[in-house]
């Protein structure tokens, strides 16, 4: 019975139907679906933090507003994300419990530090930018929750990923001083943007199961060749050098060739060694535990009023 189910099953996937928490799922697609999705939305909430961070300290009340605006969207994006989870039978606590734990993973790109005001622009410029490219195919997934969150997620993902380059074109167009910090900040996020887009096709563990379930729709090097594509021509038009030695365009492929990424710093940042991933973590907990009055008393609310209602 199982396997003429999951003939079935893969019969749907393969004719581009979306499965619904109420349909039938293989257990390992349900599992991968709460492993990817979650890790998905503790990115959202841990890309907070190095934000947050400036929030205080942005250099107009124009960028405070806009800033506060995008910070707001990304913890809409895990909200949005976690509901999608929990559709699949695994509870908010349950999840936040396996992030706070360091059972569960979040996007290797938010344990590097946010130095200057230009990381806010490199941030919103390449981070949300690579996050267009891995997240614009997921809106058409095979998991309808998932699909459906993703395409909210990236119209507002663009606001974020325009508000950046805004902000590296107006310091590439100002003072020296305020260029170099356009530069440097380059220069620090480049190389760990482009490992957001995960390991090469060939190491990857989840990639070939997440494309026969059309969970994953390209290869993790396909979308990473895309936004190097893109985004070189930007960093000219911004005046800005590419940390990259190696670069160069490929005329007969038109596509850029790059230089090799770091993929022992790649595994080190995955396993929870990148440079603020204690920072990051002891955040989390402490907005958990500073949290938990809120919870508290959100819960106790609710059972007053519950109680009100059966009287
Ligand atoms: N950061 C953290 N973990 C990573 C990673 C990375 N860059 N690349 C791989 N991993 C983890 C995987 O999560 C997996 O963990 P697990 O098996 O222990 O749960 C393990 O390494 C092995 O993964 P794979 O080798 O199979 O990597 P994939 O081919 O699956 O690629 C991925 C990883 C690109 C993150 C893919 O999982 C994916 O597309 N996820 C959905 C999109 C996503 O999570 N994006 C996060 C971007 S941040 C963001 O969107 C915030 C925005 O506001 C900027």
Known sequence: LEE???????????????????????????????RQISQHAHSEVVGML?????IGRAPSLRRK?????????????????????????????????????????????????????ADIGAIGWLVDGA??????????????????????????????QRQG????LQLSRGT????????????????PSLMMFGPPDGESQHGAQGMAWKIKLFGNDELRQKFVDVTVPQAEYLGLTMPDPDL?????????????????????????????ARD????RRRAYDDGAWVREAALAHAEKKRARRAE
């Open 4 to 34: 003429r189910r999951t003939a079935r099953f893969q019969a749907r996937i393969d004719a581009d139907e979306k499965i619904e928490p109420v349909d039938w799922m293989p257990e390992a697609y349900r599992k991968t679906l709460v």
């Open 50 to 54: 190095p934000e947050g961070n400036w």
């Open 65 to 117: 507003a806009v800033l506060l605006a995008k910070v707001q969207d990304e913890g809409g994006h895990g909200l949005y994300l976690y509901a999608a989870a929990e559709t699949l039978g695994v509870s908010r606590q349950e999840m936040v419990e396996q992030l706070l734990s360091g059972a569960a993973k979040y996007s290797s790109i938010f344990n590097y530090p946010t130095l200057s005001w």
């Open 131 to 160: 996050a267009i490219m891995n997240q614009v195919p997921i809106c058409r997934c095979s998991f309808g929750p998932y699909a459906r969150a993703m395409q909210r997620i990236c119209k507002e993902e663009s606001f974020h």
């Open 165 to 168: 380059y805004e902000i590296m």
């Open 176 to 191: 020296p001083e305020q260029k170099q910090m356009a530069q440097d900040a380059l220069d620090r996020w480049w190389w």
């Open 248 to 276: 160069r365009f490929d005329e007969a492929a038109g596509h850029y060739r790059f230089g090799a990424i770091d993929w022992d710093e790649f595994k080190r940042v995955v396993k929870g060694g990148g440079p603020v």
């Open 280 to 283: 990051r973590m002891k955040a």
